[in-house]
T-cell receptor, first 116, second 114 residues
Framework: GAGVSQTPSNKVTEKGKYVELRCDPISGHTALYWYRQSLGQGPEFLIYFQGTGAADDSGLPNDRFFAVRPEGSVSTLKIQRTERGDSAVYLC??????????????FGAGTRLSVL | AQSVTQPDIHITVSEGASLELRCNYSYGATPYLFWYVQSPGQGLQLLLKYFSGDTLVQGIKGFEAEFKRSQSSFNLRKPSVHWSDAAEYFCAVGAAGGGNKLTFGTGTQLKVEL
């Protein structure tokens, strides 16, 4: 597809369960970002990949959150032992990853996670 | 640390009226600035961006924004609002380094009265 694709669009889980959220970036984009948007708030940065490596994971709230991008394309955000406070929309974005820094991030529609 | 303030949580305007959404940022160097729009159930769509150069930038859908360094502001404007502009608008600041991770404001919800 032409844009950033996120699956599933909605995920309902029970407290304590494990979830995986997937992001398929725009073809050719080397940089990939995860953000979390809680109700009534702006998106908050979680983690940024350049290629396969996590270049900045300073936004991950705790060690229950983990993300991978093994082949430098698709990324998976993994949340262990989910808590009700994890309920939010998880947004993924990708960009060309230019070294000069003038990168435009293109966002997917997000995954709405509800933890019951 | 960088931060963004959008002082107006909700704004209501009549269709055809002009619009200005306020954005103030805090950043130690020259920022990269963005405005995104989000419709219900949709992802964020980029309206416009400022990296450098001309401080008045034009975007899609007839929007424009002006970077004012002295006021640390990047307000979004549109001369005549259309009903389809009703949405939530987010201002964001990005660092020149660090992969340009974005810091967003809390958003302004725009309602358009017919």
């Amino acid at each position: 597809g032409a844009g950033v694709s996120q699956t599933p669009s909605n995920k309902v889980t029970e407290k304590g369960k494990y979830v995986e959220l997937r992001c398929d970036p725009i073809s050719g984009h080397t940089a990939l970002y995860w953000y979390r948007q809680s109700l009534g708030q702006g998106p908050e940065f979680l983690i940024y990949f350049q290629g396969t490596g996590a270049a900045d994971d300073s936004g991950l709230p705790n060690d229950r959150f983990f993300a991978v991008r093994p082949e430098g394309s698709v990324s998976t955000l993994k949340i262990q032992r989910t808590e009700r406070g994890d309920s939010a929309v998880y947004l993924c974005a990708s960009s060309l990853g230019r070294r000069g820094g003038e990168n435009i991030q293109y966002f997917g529609a997000g995954t709405r996670l509800s933890v019951l | 640390a960088q931060s963004v303030t959008q002082p107006d949580i909700h704004i209501t305007v009549s269709e055809g009226a002009s619009l200005e959404l306020r954005c103030n940022y805090s950043y130690g160097a020259t920022p990269y600035l963005f405005w995104y729009v989000q419709s219900p159930g949709q992802g964020l769509q980029l309206l416009l961006k400022y990296f450098s150069g001309d401080t008045l930038v034009q975007g899609i859908k007839g929007f424009e924004a002006e970077f004012k360094r002295s006021q640390s502001s990047f307000n979004l404007r549109k001369p005549s609002v259309h009903w389809s502009d009703a949405a939530e608008y987010f201002c964001a600041v990005g660092a020149a380094g660090g992969g340009n991770k974005l810091t967003f404001g809390t958003g302004t919800q725009l309602k358009v009265e017919l």
